[in-house]
């Protein structure tokens, strides 16, 4: 690791003889597996871009040069390359570097990307501003990992290829895959593209062996020629000057071909090839299995997990499956979450009922929706932060035509180690202000495939949330039962308090409750509130508690307090929940602990509110 070693940022990375690039690449690459496997995090997409990383850094004045990368997981190169090699052991952990960019981090990290196929519009902004400083830099978007799918993406081009004077290069990192295998029209015609390769051989060749004078001539026949080989490509008609396929591991392709993009004007597109998991054979063998792996050995590769605890996508992947097989209406959609999600057994089962629009939210809503229109069910698979990128969607398409879609929303709430951009913290509060909708929230396993019966069998829009791993080790009944619409229960009979607890958050409240001899509801319902619930807990108790795992403004509390208010009930509400800030990446219980949404933070915060350090609320003290 001695030239790794001596690289403390980009600048001593461009003081190497090319010579040493292919070296550094090396070792690079092997501490990149080395510190993956100890930390664990993303690895197949980051031994891809070692090479890309290097060449870019070399022949560009980072940081005053911007790079947007995108997906953001990408980035460990990056990383270790401008300046936080060191720092690379307490990546995604409490209190250590991000698993994405990020703009409070480095300075070489010029905009957050953790969601994706955001870069070309990033990266066109950052040009614009330049020319509109006079500043004479460059703006590189280099999207991949599936990016390209989403419609963003393409807006960004259709309003970037106007700009003809403008700074700004995009590099398609084409490796063939997002997190799940490729889908789609665009990753047929990009190896249509591939196909093509020998026109790109024999245009290259043609300009090594013509005289300098001659290249003018043959400039203008390439562009006759191109047309009689294969069509213009689809970034030209965008109004890009296309280049390429490369290969994206040949740093004596990339570093020239660079060199000679830095000096062209207007925008440009770069289409590299790369292959996932490189270097690693493991890793090129079975890229997602090692997309973001645990920790484990690299001489003997991730070894299968022992048997624990069900977790909750496997509850949802279970349950679709088998309500699959009891109605054949049942169409299973993902926005390229087919592992997430827990939908490969479905793919398996019913692959004519399966549906992956790749990194295409808004599209995946939608297209629920048109299928709902005709009779069918769909039912859609999405972790609640990717949610808020199909909102307007679920507003004017699903809910306000009252279209019979059902709504997994998996990481609903903390997420761990991929941070404040994975979390999904805001579902409660931006869905339950939606008419039509019923939103319901798992307090555990057992109870989650219950709600999503109770959601498929609901004739509109209905959503059930639940987190992002193992649950409490419930046992899982196989029936596919309903429950109630928009009721509640009570599970711990107490006095004095009485907390209305959501979710997730039905364990710890019946923690605190035991501490505080405290009356435990689980309210199971957000939309449509048990208001008969909450009013027969106001009028037997002095005081109510509620507790999510969301954002605490225009949350479930609210809604008891809204319902309250609406009554004319007058009562003290303490409201517990996620506080009005982002919450960083590291362990989701120390995280949830952090914010006093543990069983001992729960008990603490109402003593604090309540009773001054007794376990028992006194009215005449409020």
Known sequence: MDLLKSINGPADLRKLPRMQLKPLADELRAFVLDSVSKTGGHLSSNLGTVELTIALHYVFNTPEDRIVWD???????HKILT??????????QLNGISGFPKRDESEYDTFGTAHSSTSISAALGMAMAAKTKGENRHSIAVIGDGAMTAGM?????????????????VILNDNDMSISPPVGALNRYLARLMSGKFYAAAKNVGKQVLPAPMLELAKRFEEHAKGMVMPATMFEEFGFNYIGPIDGHDLDSLVPTLQNLKNLRGPQFLHVVTKKGQGYKLAEADPVLYHGPGKFNPAEGIKPAAASKMTYTQVFGDWLCDMAAKDDKLVGI?????????MVQFEQRFPDRYYDVGIAEQHAVTFAAGLACEGLKPVVAIYSTFLQRGYDQLIHDVALQNLDVTFALDRAGIVGADGATHAGNYDI???RCIPNMVVMAASDENECRHMLSTAYAFKGPAAVRYPRG???GAAVEKDLKTIPLGKGEIRREGKGIAILAFGTMLAPSLGAGESLDATVANMRFIKPLDVELVKQLAQT??????????????????????????????????????PDRFIDHGDAAHLLAGVGLDAKGIAASIRKR????EPRLVVNNL
């Open 610 to 613: 309540f009773d001054k350090g």
């Open 541 to 578: 108790h002095d005081a109510l508690v509620t507790v999510e795992e969301g954002c605490i403004m225009g949350g479930a509390g609210s809604a008891v307090s809204e319902a309250l208010a609406e009554a004319g009930i007058v009562k003290p509400v303490l409201h517990l929940g996620l």
């Open 334 to 342: 993902t926005p390229a979450m087919r592992e997430g999600s827990g």
């Open 153 to 169: 993406a393409f807006e960004a081009l259709n309003n970037a290829g106007v700009f003809h004077d403008v700074n700004l290069l």
């Open 71 to 77: 997906v953001g997981h990408q980035t460990y190169p």
């Open 83 to 92: 300046g936080r090699r060191d720092q690379m052991h307490t990546l995604r």
């Open 429 to 431: 509060a931006f869905m």
């Open 470 to 472: 193992a649950g409490i």
